[in-house]
């Protein structure tokens, strides 16, 4: 049986947290549940002071302690047990209003329950939920032990001692720390990603008094306790994941709540006194009064899946609640890898039975620490079940090895750093599964020496880069805000302040000036990037209104004005690629970003249009329902193979099309030859470099011949049917020409009787007589009997069975290189 849920609710510095503890530890055993791996540690070194480290446990994603006899386990709500245990707890438990973990919190608020007690810890907006949720919990108001006031805005070079600048990306979090080293010595860094050994030794600068300032993310929010006096908001916006929006009320209140400690009353502001970063009248009285809206809703998915099937899991994690006050929680990462996984064959028919469902669903569950994103983590994802489905059910050690000794370095600046320790979190995670790896005790042991060697190396880094007593010349003169710095941009893309260059403006992206000192850089970059929006503004605006001339082709590369600005990459088919806007334009906003796209997307269809036209009209052949199976074989091959292919690779399906077919093909620029098939437009330079390059973005490329060749020597660059030159005895012929004398041939006979075909032709076109000969050859022509230098046409004829067989569909361009590399190889009739 459940003991009594009681439900403690207040602001921050209400002392929630403690109560909390103070009951766990007056129980026999207890587990807490936490929304971040930081205050788990800070919680658990707390209770292992007073219980002793034989009887106390951490359990987190990526790190476990747990002693044989533990009783009180500490935990991120994640990683909360299953086992019976006299006292539950669950912290900020109003998370389950967050979009991506909102369900984690939902789901243990409903179903985890203490045997003696369970305790609820979370926001006052969040009571309307408890009485919809838990109705028999007893709610308890805890008001504030100080008062939090509103001080205003203030820069940061007037901001009081032991405050904490609060910010809401890594970039802005080095920004401000940067500027507090050159203007107060120094700051201590905090954000949610550092390791508990980082985070530990940072804010212990700040507790010796080694640094005045903290800057930190939202992290701090989260009850992490900070014995600061003020906290200033460096802005109020912050990208949720999925949109940049403005903090609600109740966000605001969460971190500020963090200024003053116990009965030490505290403060909070802003650092700019208008703008978006800036606090309305309405959010300041909230704030200090505490006032928040109350939780209507909240995220759920349901706490119990189906693993009989994929399928199952998949509908029993989308699950709707019943209408009320929960609602279906967002598509959460690890049903995304589910589903983008259950599309791959190989997995489902791995993932039969309950067992190996539940495997691939803990596989999934893998979070995405170094913040990749759905495909890449999903690939990572793939391999990891790849390895957990087959042989020994186990990730192999060498992988695993190669993997973690590729991160046991601390080379390098503080965001690679940090990079690796994300990285690490991600093995640490593999190796605290029990049957992932055949020896996960000693890679957990492994994996955690690295990390702290990496939080160690971290710490430097940061103390090193941000914690200095010198200031600058350019601080000097132009005063500590950055976002106050007079920045014009001159005629060339120079970005100067006050006439001095600080950087360039190349196309959309800002480059500091090489000159400027390693330490000069992170604030140049800031102050830049603030003033910088209107001119990139004014770019997007001219690069939509520009002609197409404005724009070139560099192997894959678009430009504009001589910078990148997308890049082609691989389409559903060669003549339906598709653009990829650079990375230097995700500096612009969703809308500016859609209208770059959209104007590039237009300018690459002319270009289609323009160049390769018969490729678009093969590809739109290829994939029209109304053409016979024969026609969409033979446009499909011939797009594929870059609008050139052997006759020979296409007999079956020519001799099936109908003279009408035959039109279609031809009024797509098409000639069949007597030996290829080919649109002679292609040959042309500019038509080539594109047919080169939409080939190359799916595999590798032959070189081009020079311009203007028409003969070139067998084996030299591009003399080879690829590039639409056909290997005849010892010279290689364009293949627009073979046709030319082909026709010639074929005029110039009677029937099958000898004929001498006129020799000028070929000479002119620079071909040798043994050239020649071979050419007749292929074409059917065979040498008449005691009649000097006559031919005769030995008849139409199907292609010889010892030729190599066609190339499939999907590889037919990279087949075509091997192609007419002997006349015998690349022969046909003509016909």
Excluded at 106 to 131: F, H, K, N, W, Y
Aim: aromatic letters at 6%; a positive charge; hydrophobic letters at 45%.
């Amino acid at each position: 049986m459940a003991g009594g849920v009681t439900a403690v609710l207040g602001p921050t510095n209400t002392g929630k947290t403690h109560l909390a503890v103070e009951r766990m530890c007056g129980h026999s055993s207890g587990i807490m549940g936490f929304p971040l791996r930081l205050l788990a540690r800070e919680v658990y070194d707390r209770v292992v002071a007073q219980k002793g480290p034989d009887q106390v446990a951490l359990v987190t994603g990526e790190e476990k302690i747990v002693p044989a006899n533990a009783r009180w386990f500490l935990c991120t709500a994640e990683s909360m047990p299953e086992h019976d245990a006299a006292f539950v707890a669950l912290d900020e438990a109003q998370l389950g209003t967050d979009p991506e973990r909102g369900h984690v919190f939902t789901d243990r608020l409903l179903r985890r329950r203490g045997r003696e007690e369970t305790m609820i810890l979370g926001s006052e907006a969040l009571r309307p939920m408890v009485r919809a949720l838990v109705p028999d919990a007893e709610i308890i108001g805890r008001p504030r032990f100080s008062k939090l006031t509103y001080a205003g805005a203030k820069k940061i070079s007037r901001l009081p001692k032991r405050s904490a600048i609060v910010a809401f990306s890594a970039e802005e979090v080095y920004a401000v720390a940067e500027m507090l080293r050159r203007l107060r010595g120094g700051a201590a860094v905090v954000m949610g990603a550092l390791s508990p050994r980082t985070r530990n030794a940072q804010v212990a600068m700040v507790q010796a008094g080694e640094v005045d300032y903290l800057v930190a993310t939202d992290a701090i929010g989260m009850g992490l306790n900070m014995d600061v006096a003020h906290v200033a908001f460096a802005g109020l916006t912050k990208f949720d994941g999925r949109r940049q929006r403005r903090l609600t009320v109740a966000e605001m209140a969460q971190i500020a709540g963090r200024a003053g400690r116990h009965q030490r009353d505290g403060t909070f502001g802003a650092i700019t006194e208008d703008g978006p970063g800036a606090f309305l009248p309405e959010e300041v009285l909230a704030i200090e009064e505490h006032r928040f809206k109350p939780i209507e809703q909240m995220y759920w998915r349901s706490g119990e899946p189906d693993f009989s099937s994929v399928d199952a899991l998949i509908a029993s994690l989308e699950r709707r609640p019943e209408p009320g006050v929960l609602i279906a929680a967002p598509q959460a990462m690890d049903l995304a890898v589910l589903k983008r996984l259950a599309e791959e064959a190989w997995v489902r028919d791995r993932a039969r039975g309950a067992a190996m469902v539940k495997r691939l669903w803990a596989a999934c569950g893998l979070p995405d620490f170094r913040k990749l994103g759905l495909d890449p983590h999903a690939r990572f994802v793939s391999r990891l079940f790849g390895y957990l489905s087959e042989g020994r059910m186990v990730a192999p050690h060498q992988w695993f090895a190669d993997e973690i000794a590729r991160l046991d370095t601390i080379a390098g600046d503080v965001e690679t750093i940090a990079g690796r320790i994300a990285a690490i979190r991600t093995f640490a995670y593999i190796a605290h599964r029990p049957d992932w790896l055949a020896e996960p005790q000693l890679w957990a042991e492994r994996t955690r020496s690295i990390e702290e060697r990496l939080s160690d190396g971290l710490h430097a880094s940061l103390t090193q880069r941000f914690v200095d007593k010198r200031t600058t010349a350019l601080i000097r003169q132009i005063g500590a805000d950055a976002g106050a710095l007079p920045v014009t941009i001159g005629p060339e893309g120079e970005v100067l302040v006050e006439d001095h260059a600080i950087g360039r403006l190349d196309g959309f992206r800002f480059t500091v000036d090489p000159a400027a000192r390693a330490g000069d850089r992170r604030l140049l970059l800031a102050a830049a990037e603030k003033r910088l929006v209107g001119e990139r503004g004014r770019r997007v605006q001219a690069l939509s209104e520009a002609e197409d001339a404005a724009f070139t082709l560099v192997d894959d590369s678009v430009l504009w004005r001589g910078h990148p600005v997308a890049r082609l990459v691989a389409g559903p088919s060669p003549a339906r690629p598709m653009l990829k806007l650079d990375r230097d334009l995700d500096c612009l906003d969703k809308a500016q970003r859609g209208g770059v796209q959209t104007r590039l997307d237009q300018w690459l269809t002319a270009m289609l249009a323009r160049h390769v036209p018969a490729l678009v009209a093969l590809a739109t052949l290829a994939r029209d329902p109304a053409a016979t199976p024969a026609l969409r074989v033979v446009a499909g091959e011939l797009e594929a193979a870059g609008g050139l292919a052997p006759r020979v690779a296409l007999h079956e399906p020519l001799a099936a099309l109908t003279p009408d077919e035959r039109k279609r093909l031809r009024k797509a620029g098409v000639t069949i030859g007597a030996l290829d098939l080919f649109d002679p437009r292609l040959l042309k330079p500019a038509a080539a470099a594109w047919r080169r390059t939409l080939i190359g973005l799916r595999g590798p490329v032959p070189m081009l011949p020079p311009e203007g060749a028409t003969v070139l020597v067998r084996g030299a660059p591009g003399a080879m049917l690829a590039t639409g030159f056909r290997p005849l005895a010892a010279q290689a012929v364009r293949v627009d020409l073979v046709e030319r004398i082909a026709r010639a041939a074929h005029d110039a006979r009677e029937g099958r009787k000898p004929f001498a075909p006129d020799p000028a032709l070929a000479t002119s076109m620079g071909l040798e007589p043994a050239t020649l000969a071979r050419l007749m050859a292929e074409l059917g022509f065979q040498p008449a009997r005691g009649e000097g230098a006559t031919w005769v046409w030995r008849g139409r004829r199907a292609p010889r069975r010892d030729l190599r067989p066609p190339p499939p569909a999907t590889g037919a361009f990279a087949a075509l290189a091997g192609w007419g590399q002997t006349g015998e190889q690349a022969g046909g009739r003509h016909g």
